[in-house]
């Protein structure tokens, strides 16, 4: 699986939109771009994926850019229960007994009221 | 709305001592999976298994072993519990089209 890196923490503004990027230069032609959050004390949380199209669910938006070679992850508009670490993963999708994850330290991100 | 449920939040126990995690999940998955998360190390897979009898080791098994005998849980076992294995244990399961892994709430495991 390619590389990811994020920034080590962010703070947004409740009910503004919270942009967090992810850099994967290193990202092959048949990888997606996979986001998930957590929560203080809670398990991992599946947000949202994309291989080169925007993306948009009722979670968030994931902006790819052209080259693929980085991404945005926007909650339009952020709220308290919104901070978390947010980790930003590249793999190949649809694996079966081999889609481990592998989740690096992420960006946590502070909503402050 | 619980998909993956994992026996204890929270749980201490003594070095030496044998200890079981279990993990349930309601989604009929075939492929299950533990991990370890610690700061610093981020997330690491323990052991997997993607059917009912079968398992494979993942990045880090020495000191634990699994059981699946049934396909709906997953049960880890640390056969002699040490320090080094205090951690939080999140298990996971994902079915077809495996993209969304869903996760347990996770047990944080203290051994003394």
């Known amino acids: 699986d390619a590389k990811t890196t994020q920034p080590t923490s962010m703070d947004c503004a409740e009910g503004r939109a919270a942009n967090l990027p992810c850099n994967h230069s290193?990202?092959?032609?048949?990888?997606?771009v996979y986001w998930y959050r957590q929560i203080h004390s809670q398990g991992p949380q599946y947000i949202i994926h994309?291989?080169?199209n925007n993306e948009t669910n009722e979670m968030a938006s994931l902006i790819i850019t052209e080259d693929r070679k980085s991404s945005t992850l926007i909650l339009p508009h952020a709220t308290l229960r919104d901070t978390a670490v947010y980790y930003c993963?590249?793999?190949?999708?649809?694996?079966?007994?081999?889609?481990?994850?592998?989740f690096g330290e992420g960006t946590q991100l502070t909503v402050n009221p | 709305d619980v998909k993956v449920t994992q026996s204890s939040r929270y749980l201490v126990k003594r070095t030496g001592e044998k200890v079981f995690l279990e993990c349930v999940q309601d989604?009929?998955?075939?492929?299950m999976f533990w991990y370890r998360q610690d700061p610093g190390l981020g997330l690491r897979l323990i052991y997997f298994?993607?059917?009912?009898?079968?398992?494979e080791k993942g990045d880090i098994p020495e000191g634990y072993s699994v059981s699946r005998e049934k396909k709906e849980r997953f049960s880890l076992i640390l056969e002699s519990a040490s320090t080094n294995q205090t951690s939080m244990y999140l298990c996971?399961?994902?079915?077809?089209?495996?993209?969304?892994?869903?996760f347990g709430p996770g047990t944080r495991l203290t051994v003394l």
């Open positions: 290193t990202i092959s032609g048949n990888e997606y």
């Open positions: 994309g291989l080169k």
């Open positions: 993963i590249v793999r190949v999708a649809g694996e079966t007994s081999g889609s481990r994850l592998t």
């Open positions: 298994s993607y059917d009912v009898k079968m398992k």
């Open positions: 989604m009929d998955h075939e492929n």
């Open positions: 996971a399961s994902v079915g077809p089209p495996y993209n969304e892994q869903f």
